[in-house]
């Protein structure tokens, strides 16, 4: 029966300084290309082998498939990139030193920001420097302003439906390495988590996620790899 990997990117430079990141590209650091091996060679040793890959169109995603699969010897493997498996977009808060916010807005507004299920940030200005009208992995896309969690659902699921269970379908070993909120997305639909307990999960660095399905494609418990 065919297997869903699931890997939240390693560490990047803005998860390390704390910042509010969203679809801004930012690199790994050494800790998070470390990770990234990492979860190949566990792939590598518990013999789940992913045969098709998808990500998103951030730097930091892309990379920790690349160092994944090269280090369970799986380079060759059909590679998709979309949009739709970014992070869910911060908005006006994009950029900005996490604590910092907090100590403006305070803990309770800027936690509403950041893990309310339908309450999206403030909006990124059209001049702002972190704007992606000009970015061109971005040409003929409606970026948004800011985004919820539930934004980031209503993208993430019919690209799902529609591109990544067809291919568990096909029997395929299917591996997606994205971000803290897409699989945020991923995982409350698999698993049937309610909107109020999904704000709660969180999902690690570099720790592989498997659901393994059944024989009518539905999902069993998800697991740590590292468990298995």
């Given at each position: 029966?065919?297997?869903l ?63 994944a ?22 908005g ?66 019919p ?19 994205a ?18 307990d ?9 720790q ?17 790899l590292?468990?298995?």
């Amino acid at each position: 029966m065919p297997s869903l990997i699931l890997v939240r990117h390693g560490q990047s430079q803005w998860n390390l300084e704390n910042r509010f990141t969203g679809w801004w590209d930012v690199d790994l650091t050494e800790k998070g290309e470390a990770e990234a091996r990492a979860a190949g060679q566990l792939l590598a040793e518990k013999g789940l082998l992913p045969t098709v890959a998808f990500t998103s169109l951030q730097t930091r995603a892309i990379r920790t498939l690349h160092l994944a699969l090269e280090n369970c010897g799986r380079v060759w493997i059909p590679e998709t990139k979309d949009w739709r498996l970014n992070e869910r977009h911060y908005g006006g808060l994009t950029g900005l030193d996490k604590a910092e916010t907090a100590a403006k807005h305070g803990a309770d507004q800027v936690k509403i920001w950041r893990r309310s299920f339908d309450t999206p940030p403030p909006p990124l200005a059209d001049d702002s420097e972190f704007a992606l009208a000009h970015d061109p992995r971005y040409a003929g896309i409606d970026v948004p302003a800011a985004e919820s969690l539930k934004d980031t659902i209503a993208r993430v699921l019919p690209y799902y439906e529609n591109a990544i269970l067809p291919a568990l379908k096909a029997g395929e070993t299917v591996i997606v390495s994205a971000h803290g909120n897409s699989l945020r997305a991923l995982v409350k639909h698999l698993s049937q988590i309610s909107d109020t307990d999904i704000l709660e999960l969180e999902i690690p660095t570099g720790q592989p996620i498997v659901y393994d399905f059944d024989a009518a494609f539905q999902p069993g418990e998800r697991h740590y790899l590292k468990d298995r």
